[in-house]
């Protein structure tokens, strides 16, 4: 694995339940902050979708964005997990966590 990939990936595993963050934050989180594009690519070849939870990774304006097993799975899981979504958006300024870096 890659290790942009094995970054984005470890870091995305910091992201507590409940909680969610942004293509952007979790670029900065792992010392990238231009690099939002490239996280949604490492995501995308995330081999366990569900166990590394790439589903807590939205866009930066809420939208809950895509998803290996469909959005609509995306928002069941974000939805079990306590996450409240709106037309398709989480509200960021209850949900959205920034410094992964400091998480656990």
Not at 5 to 17: A, C, E
Request: hydrophobic content about 30%.
């Amino acid at each position: 694995m890659p290790d942009f990939q094995d970054k984005v990936l470890r870091m995305t595993s910091k992201i507590p339940k409940g909680r969610v963050t942004t293509y952007k934050e979790l670029a900065k989180s792992i010392g990238k902050t231009r690099a939002y594009r490239a996280v949604g690519n490492a995501l995308r070849k995330n081999p366990h979708p569900i166990r590394i939870p790439c589903h807590r990774v939205v866009r930066s304006d809420g939208d809950v964005g895509g998803f290996g097993l469909g959005k609509e799975k995306k928002i069941e899981l974000l939805k079990e997990e306590g996450v409240e979504i709106r037309n398709g958006k989480v509200n960021l300024d209850k949900y959205l966590i920034k410094n992964l870096n400091s998480e656990g």
